[in-house]
């Protein structure tokens, strides 16, 4: 699992492609967030994003090849994932793990599939992700989420 750890990186802003406005107030609006070149699968990343006016931490990772991101707090209690700094991945990569109590997501959906019982079938907070040549570009979260 990688160490890297992009927290407090300011991010840069990026034009979204033509047509890809949705109407939202952050339309628009995206964030390089890195290369995906720099995280090989089973590695994740953190990065802060604006949302809503303040900084957000998210996480990005890499699962099996493929290129997801989530807002970083847990579903169980609104907290983040990683009490050791930039670990999210557990069962050899299989599963992305809450590390207070244990909540099991799956790491291409969010879902969680294990863990605290209330917690069980609710997903993370997915932040959408645009690939272009090899850059990883983040937006807001489309969806509104609890504080
Ligand atoms: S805060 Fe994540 S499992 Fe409880």
């Known amino acids: 699992m990688s160490e890297k750890s992009d927290r407090g ?9 033509r047509g890809g406005a949705s109407g939202r107030r952050d339309a628009g609006v995206r964030y390089l967030v890195g ?7 089973g590695e994740s990343m953190k990065f ?3 949302v ?4 957000e931490e998210c996480f990005v ?23 050791v700094d930039n670990q ?5 990569g299989r599963y992305l793990m809450c590390q207070t109590h244990n909540a099991y997501y799956e790491p ?3 879902e969680c599939i294990a863990g605290p019982p209330e917690t069980c079938g609710k997903a993370l907070y997915r932040v959408p992700l645009e690939i272009e040549d090899g850059r990883l570009y983040a937006r807001p979260p489309e969806s509104e989420f609890e504080d």
């Open 48 to 50: 802060l994003m604006p």
């Open 35 to 41: 290369h995906t070149a720099d995280l090989k699968p």
């Open 88 to 92: 999210f991945f557990a069962e050899r």
């Open 52 to 55: 809503r006016g303040a900084d």
């Open 9 to 17: 990186a300011a991010l840069r802003r990026g034009r979204a492609p």
């Open 108 to 110: 291409a959906s969010g």
């Open 61 to 83: 990772i890499n699962f099996r090849g493929r290129f997801h991101a989530y807002v970083n707090r847990c579903r169980h209690v609104p907290m983040a994932m990683d009490w």
